[in-house]
C-alpha cells in the first residue's frame, strides 16, 4: 500500500468516508466465540450524519474501535477516507487518527485546569498542525456547539 496521504485537500460531497464490507469481529471467551459484529456492512458519506444506537453489549464501542483502526477486525474489511485499514502499518494508524479522527467518550476527558480553548487545542497540538490553523480550527468548533464566548473559561 502507498503510504497514507494525509494532506488536506478537497474532496467531493458524496466521497465513501467509512466503509466496511462483512466485517466480523469476535472474542473468546473460554472455549466459546463471542461475536461483538457479525457481518457489518457500512457506508457512510462525507457529511452524512449517523448514529449508533443499541443495547448495552451490542456492539457499537467495538464497530468505532475497529473502524477508527484502534481494533482489527476477525474477517471483513474496513476502508477509511479510501484506504484498507487492514494493509496499513501501526505508524499510519497512528497519523490517521490524529489527522482525520476525533473521539468523543462517554465518561468526561476534560484537563480541568484547562479552559475550552486549551482542551480543544491540545488534540490538534498533538495532531502537528501549526498554530495559526489550531487558532482557527479551535474557535470554529467552540462557535459550532455555542461555546466560544467561554472559551477563555476553564
Same mark, same amino acid.
Request: without cysteine; charged residues 25%.
Given at each position: 500500500m502507498a503510504a497514507l496521504q494525509l494532506e488536506? *485537500?478537497?474532496r467531493p460531497a458524496d466521497e465513501v468516508m467509512v466503509r466496511t464490507v462483512d466485517l466480523v469481529r469476535t472474542y473468546q471467551l473460554g472455549s466459546e466465540p463471542v461475536y461483538a459484529l457479525r457481518g457489518v456492512n457500512l457506508e457512510i458519506k462525507r457529511?452524512?450524519? *449517523?448514529a449508533l444506537k443499541g443495547r448495552s453489549g451490542s456492539g457499537k464501542t467495538?464497530?468505532?474501535n475497529v473502524v477508527s483502526g484502534l481494533d482489527a477486525p476477525t474477517?471483513?474489511?474496513v476502508e477509511?477516507?479510501?484506504?484498507d485499514l487492514g494493509t496499513a502499518s501501526e505508524r499510519e494508524l497512528l497519523e490517521?487518527?490524529?489527522?482525520?479522527?476525533?473521539f468523543v467518550f462517554q465518561s468526561f476527558?476534560?484537563?480541568p485546569t484547562f479552559s475550552a480553548f486549551e482542551n480543544v487545542d491540545l488534540m490538534l497540538r498533538i495532531g502537528g498542525f501549526d498554530k495559526r490553523q489550531r487558532s482557527?480550527? *479551535?474557535?470554529e468548533c467552540l462557535e459550532l456547539v455555542g461555546l466560544l464566548k467561554w472559551a477563555g473559561h476553564r
Open positions: 488536506d *485537500v478537497q457529511g452524512q450524519f *449517523v467495538t464497530l468505532l474477517s471483513g474489511k477509511l477516507l479510501g484506504h490517521l487518527r490524529r489527522r482525520h479522527i476525533g476527558a476534560l484537563i482557527r480550527r *479551535v474557535r
